[in-house]
């Protein structure tokens, strides 16, 4: 075993970029990829920030390409109105659909989760299998993100997806200790649960230990002209003790008022100022460096400290 391997941590943080649904591509998640390496430069002077932040997008789309295109083409012969929104419906309502599991068919459910270890397992062999873990959810991936760290909790894992799975600490969630959920619908997901379900806990249990001076956390940012968005702390007391809420802005002026906003949270610049201030934070307390916060107001619209 070599000297870095006994690290109770490695010097770079792993960050898992998850989209949400729709036929979307890798590269969805460039632009706020790209405004949270600018502002952690600002924070964190002369270093190279590539060296730092190990970024990697979880691409889930093309699993659902297939079985939608055929959709398409067996309701083409039909003319119907609306079409622009009935080709919504199957852009987005038709992934959330499918995800849902049932006791005698996981197909799409396992598929989505299996690509997500894949990205995990990319991730580790990137940052270090130590690596602290941060996880950015949008929409949907929001939903899929809780319920994969949910399903490692509690054993639930499918054998579909373990075979994707390494056995270091990244890859079987020890390290994550970083969430941020933008434009989150988990509370609609929660309507099927007594008193909404039960939130998982970020950082994991564990991360104490193995992250002694790590302070991590969930922080859900979310837009309220975005009507597929909600604050989760209203839920219940395990949700308000365990996620912080930010209102945030996304989009210019005008179009962040319509709730066709949901789609702008990869550009919003609020919130790579948010997340970013929470990487810098982390990676300084395992780099042994001194943190300084921004004197600025929070860029995300919100009086709360972000990580």
């Given at each position: 075993?070599?000297?870095?391997?006994?690290?109770?941590?490695?010097?770079?943080?792993?960050?898992?970029?998850?989209?949400?649904?729709?036929?979307?591509?890798?590269?969805?998640?460039?632009?706020?990829?790209?405004?949270?390496?600018?502002?952690?430069?600002?924070?964190?002077?002369?270093?190279?920030?590539?060296?730092?932040?190990?970024?990697?997008?979880?691409?889930?789309?093309?699993?659902?390409?297939?079985?939608?295109?055929?959709?398409?083409?067996?309701?083409?012969?039909?003319?119907?109105?609306?079409?622009?929104?009935?080709?919504?419906?199957?852009?987005?309502?038709?992934?959330?659909?499918?995800?849902?599991?049932?006791?005698?068919?996981?197909?799409?459910?396992?598929?989505?989760?299996?690509?997500?270890?894949?990205?995990?397992?990319?991730?580790?062999?990137?940052?270090?299998?130590?690596?602290?873990?941060?996880?950015?959810?949008h929409s949907l991936g929001t939903v899929i993100t809780s319920n994969y760290f949910y399903d490692i909790s509690q054993n639930l894992t499918s054998p579909n997806v373990q075979k994707h799975m390494g056995v270091n600490s990244l890859e079987q969630g020890k390290t994550f200790v970083?969430?941020?959920?933008?434009?989150?619908?988990?509370?609609?997901?929660?309507?099927?649960?007594?008193?909404?379900?039960?939130?998982?806990?970020?950082?994991?249990?564990?991360?104490?230990?193995?992250?002694?001076?790590?302070?991590?956390?969930?922080?859900?940012?979310?837009?309220?002209?975005?009507?597929?968005?909600?604050?989760?702390?209203?839920?219940?007391?395990?949700?308000?003790?365990?996620?912080?809420?930010?209102?945030?802005?996304?989009?210019?002026?005008?179009?962040?008022?319509?709730?066709?906003?949901?789609?702008?949270?990869?550009?919003?610049?609020?919130?790579a100022a948010c997340i970013a201030e929470g990487l810098a934070r982390i990676w300084c307390t395992i780099n042994n460096k001194t943190f300084i916060p921004s004197k600025r107001r929070c860029s995300c619209f919100c009086d709360k400290k972000c990580y």
């Open positions: 075993m070599n000297e870095e391997s006994k690290k109770p941590w490695g010097d770079k943080i792993a960050v898992a970029m998850i989209h949400g649904a729709g036929g979307q591509d890798e590269t969805c998640v460039d632009v706020l990829k790209a405004a949270i390496k600018k502002e952690f430069s600002n924070l964190v002077k002369g270093v190279d920030v590539d060296s730092c932040l190990k970024f990697k997008p979880v691409h889930w789309a093309y699993i659902m390409q297939v079985p939608e295109d055929e959709l398409r083409r067996k309701m083409k012969k039909f003319d119907f109105p609306w079409k622009w929104l009935r080709e919504f419906v199957v852009s987005y309502a038709a992934d959330a659909f499918a995800y849902q599991p049932s006791s005698k068919d996981r197909t799409v459910y396992d598929k989505i989760h299996a690509e997500v270890a894949r990205s995990l397992h990319s991730l580790a062999l990137d940052a270090g299998e130590n690596a602290p873990l941060c996880v950015i959810g970083l969430f941020y959920t933008m434009g989150c619908p988990i509370a609609l997901w929660g309507v099927r649960f007594n008193n909404f379900g039960k939130p998982i806990i970020v950082p994991v249990k564990g991360a104490a230990v193995f992250y002694p001076p790590v302070k991590g956390g969930w922080m859900n940012l979310y837009e309220r002209h975005d009507v597929f968005s909600f604050p989760l702390q209203p839920l219940n007391d395990e949700y308000n003790a365990i996620v912080r809420d930010c209102s945030v802005r996304i989009g210019n002026c005008i179009c962040h008022l319509f709730p066709t906003c949901h789609m702008h949270y990869w550009s919003s610049r609020g919130g």
